[in-house]
Antibody, heavy 118, light 110 residues
Framework: EVQLVESGGGLVQPGGSLRLSCAAS????????LHWVRQAPGQGLEWVSY????????YYADSVKGRFTISRDNAENSLYLQLNSLRAEDTAVYYC???????????WGQGTMVTVSS | QSALTQPASVSGSPGQSITISCTGT?????????VSWFQQLPGKAPKLMIY???YRPSWVSNRFSGSKSDNTASLTISGLQDEDEADYFC??????????FGTGTKVTVL
């Protein structure tokens, strides 16, 4: 079965850090651009970042630029997101998604919850 | 990176057709034919419904169709069914290389 499984979410204090992981199974992730998308409680979807096949192109949303770092390990078939200097407004479910073209997010993980609170 | 504008809610009776708009700018929706639509059921991950403005993945009913005119994309659901009740989001690739989502539309089947 083709799937993405996120992990690493949890409760963290403002200013803290967290590392999210996204493991791909049932397919080889290396040919695909991979994205992180988040959704605050009761809110809409917000694109966070993407990384291309060989990590040569990386983009971030302005809201996370300078604080979050996306990376991937094709040998491990995995995607990562390092979250630093966390703020209350970063509280959200974080999804990883496979992109088979341009914003063709055809496979999504189940999401991992990040809560930033003291 | 302002979100694309969608109506907060759209409703229709079973069997009717509804259309959800997604308005952006010449730097996103109007720049390329890279607009996708997603359906999200409560507590679930989004599901791809339309890509490249008007293409349907194999798992999507032909009751769903997409279009675009200038800076506005649209999703039409024909023959509305109870199972179509969900949140719908558009997304677009932008000329700066980033991605932007729409504000989301709650579809209610009356």
């Amino acid at each position: 079965e083709v799937q993405l499984v996120e992990s690493g979410g949890g409760l963290v204090q403002p200013g803290g850090s967290l590392r999210l992981s996204c493991a791909a199974s049932g397919f080889t992730a290396s040919p695909f651009t991979l994205h992180w998308v988040r959704q605050a409680p009761g809110q809409g979807l917000e694109w966070v970042s993407y990384i291309t096949t060989y990590s040569d192109i990386i983009y971030y949303a302005d809201s996370v630029k300078g604080r979050f770092t996306i990376s991937r390990d094709n040998a491990e078939n995995s995607l990562y997101l390092q979250l630093n200097s966390l703020r209350a407004e970063d509280t959200a479910v974080y999804y990883c998604a496979r992109d088979r073209g341009h914003v063709e997010f055809d496979v999504w993980g189940q999401g991992t919850m990040v809560t930033v609170s003291s | 990176q302002s979100a694309l504008t969608q109506p907060a809610s759209v409703s229709g009776s079973p069997g009717q057709s509804i259309t959800i708009s997604c308005t952006g700018t010449s730097s996103d929706v109007g720049a390329y034919d890279y607009v996708s639509w997603f359906q999200q059921l409560p507590g679930k991950a989004p599901k791809l419904m339309i890509y490249e403005v008007n293409y349907r993945p194999s798992w999507v009913s032909n009751r769903f169709s997409g279009s675009k005119s200038d800076n506005t994309a649209s999703l039409t659901i024909s023959g509305l069914q109870d199972e179509d009740e969900a949140d719908y989001f558009c997304t677009s690739y932008t000329s700066s290389g980033t991605v932007v989502f729409g504000t989301g539309t709650k579809v209610t089947v009356l």
